[in-house]
């Protein structure tokens, strides 16, 4: 069966399974296995230049050793009495503000109650947990301080393995790199940043897209990243 019929089939929220049943039809699957799904799928953003899932930056459980994700765990995520340090008291919002910031989902294209792909997402999550359980810590450093203690390269390029080359790729060369947008490290920063290339690095691993900087990444807060473990990637990037 051609690529074009695949894609039709799972336009209709089925899933071939293989190629004789595809032939001849699918299997329906439950909103908590379409909610799964689309928790994997970059295509669930809407926008043909997106390249990140809701998994590049969450785990439905426990955080994988090796991995240093920005969202951290959802484990219990509904039973949160609100999210995004309390701006957000809505599940289908705070998904929402994810899909806006930071997976290029155009204004119009947000989620309602009435969109399936919000409910079958909403279904996978209640599989994490619903008991009531506080708010995850998230501290975003404002005013970031660029006097970091010593760092450590060799962590940094571990670091760098578990929270930044999944979208960035290999350093200087971007081999791996699986987000398009995502620029060439360091050098790109340096060329366009010169003398203050290592603010720039560390106001955007601490603010993301926020706070006028633009772009898609997510910021790392302190609970997700201390400020020892910047430096450590400071000392990697051997930034000017």
Known sequence: MSRVALDALASRR???LGVLIAIVGCVERTAVERGRAAFADPRVSGSP????????CHAPGPVPAGRVLAGGSLEGVLGRPHWWGG?????????NACLFYFMRTPYSRLLTPQTPVGLDLLAFLETLGVEPSPPVPFTVVRRPSLALPPGDPAAGAA???AACASCHGELRTRRGARNRNAP??????????GEYALERVVYKVR?????GLGGDMPPYS??????????DLVAYLELP
């Open 184 to 193: 060439v490290v360091p050098d790109a920063t340096i060329a366009e940043h």
């Open 207 to 211: 603010h993301g897209g926020f706070f």
């Open 14 to 16: 089925c899933v071939p």
């Open 49 to 56: 230049t997106n390249d990140v899932a809701c998994a590049d």
């Open 222 to 231: 302190l609970e997700v990243l201390s400020d020892e473990q910047l430096a």
């Open 87 to 95: 701006a957000v008291r809505d599940p289908l919002e705070a998904v």
């Open 159 to 161: 670091l760098w393995n």
